[in-house]
Structure formats: structure tokens, C-alpha cells
């Protein structure tokens, strides 16, 4: 993954960026995920690099994420964008898969924080996939599919990006409170 830095909003989906990319290496995952590390900032940006390692084949990856200073700070790790602008590092369909995984794990869970704490992210998720659609539109646009996974997924069913569909998801989900 010694690619160019990726553009994130937050250090939130630079994690979530690894989650839901299968392995350069094997093509499966899951990619786990070590400490970020800043290593070097440029005005008002911070280069981060993240070690991950293959759950499958155990290849060691590293990606180099560029994110704003500001969205580096105490407290900031759980919000994913706090932008109208859609992800450019993770695509609408990659989006739901990131929702479902992790509404799964909260379903694993017998901490009822940690069950809210997922709950919440994966509402967020679902909101990041709903900043690809034009205010009007029932579907996204072929330009919010950057995966061939999400965009075969959107080809064979076309149902599952319904607005309403996630408008519907959405309801079932805790929603983060001024107190929690």
C-alpha cells in the first residue's frame, strides 16, 4: 500500500478505509489495523501512515493517509466527516458493507455501550453513503462507485442503493446524544 496518501476526512475512515479494502497482496482480509503514526505535517494537513496486517495470508501492509490537522485532535477519533462532501476513499456501496459489518459486531456484543457505540457508527456510515445522491435522485450516480465489488452490487441489485432503503436502515439505529 506505499501509494500515494490517500485523502481522508478524519482518522476515523482512514480505519474504515482498511476495514472494508481487501488485501493487495492475497485479495481477502480483513486488514488489521495498528496505531496511527503522524508523520509529517503541511500547513494546515498531517501525513499519517498506518501498519495493517492480513488476517489471511499475513502480508504486512502500510497505507499513508492525508488529513486535517484539526481532525487529529483529543475526542475527534469517533466522527467520521463532518462535511457535505462525500468520501473519496471509500465508495457509497462500501459504505452499506462497513454499516452492515459493523452492526454485526454490535450484535456480538454484550456491552450495551459498546452495542450503542456501533449502533451510531454504522448510522454515520449510512449517512456517508447518502452524501452520494443528488437531493432528488432515488439512486446514486455511476460516479459513487469507485469498487468493481459496489459497482457489480449496484448492477445486479439496484434495490439495495434505494434512498428510501437507507432512510428506512437508518431509523433502526441509535442516534448520538448531546450526553453520550
Not at 482498511?18 to 481477502?28: N, Q
Not at 505535517?41 to 501498519?51: H, K, L, P
Not at 502500510?62 to 462525500?86: C, H, K, M, W, Y
Not at 449502533?119 to 447518502?130: F, M, Y
Amino acid at each position: 500500500m506505499s501509494e500515494p496518501a490517500l485523502v481522508a476526512h478524519s482518522l476515523a475512515e482512514a480505519y474504515l478505509y482498511l476495514m472494508v479494502h481487501p488485501c493487495p497482496s492475497c485479495g481477502k482480509g480483513p486488514l488489521y489495523a495498528g496505531e496511527a503514526v503522524s508523520t509529517r505535517t503541511e500547513g494546515t494537513v498531517a501525513f499519517v501512515s498506518i501498519d495493517a496486517k492480513c488476517g489471511a495470508c499475513g502480508s504486512a501492509q502500510s497505507g499513508v493517509f492525508q488529513i486535517p490537522r484539526e481532525r487529529l485532535q483529543p475526542g475527534d477519533a469517533a466522527r467520521i466527516n463532518e462535511t457535505a462532501t462525500p468520501s473519496r476513499i471509500i465508495d457509497v456501496g462500501q459504505w452499506l458493507v462497513l454499516s452492515r459489518m459493523i452492526g454485526e459486531a454490535a450484535g456480538r456484543s454484550d456491552d450495551k455501550m459498546q452495542v450503542r457505540r456501533f449502533g451510531i457508527q454504522a448510522d454515520q456510515c449510512i449517512d456517508e453513503a447518502l452524501k452520494f445522491y443528488a437531493d432528488d435522485e432515488e439512486l446514486p450516480a455511476a460516479s459513487a462507485f469507485f469498487a468493481a465489488a459496489s459497482r457489480e452490487r449496484f448492477r445486479d441489485h439496484p434495490e439495495q442503493f434505494a434512498r428510501r432503503r437507507l432512510l428506512e436502515m437508518k431509523l433502526k439505529l441509535p442516534k448520538p446524544s448531546r450526553f453520550a
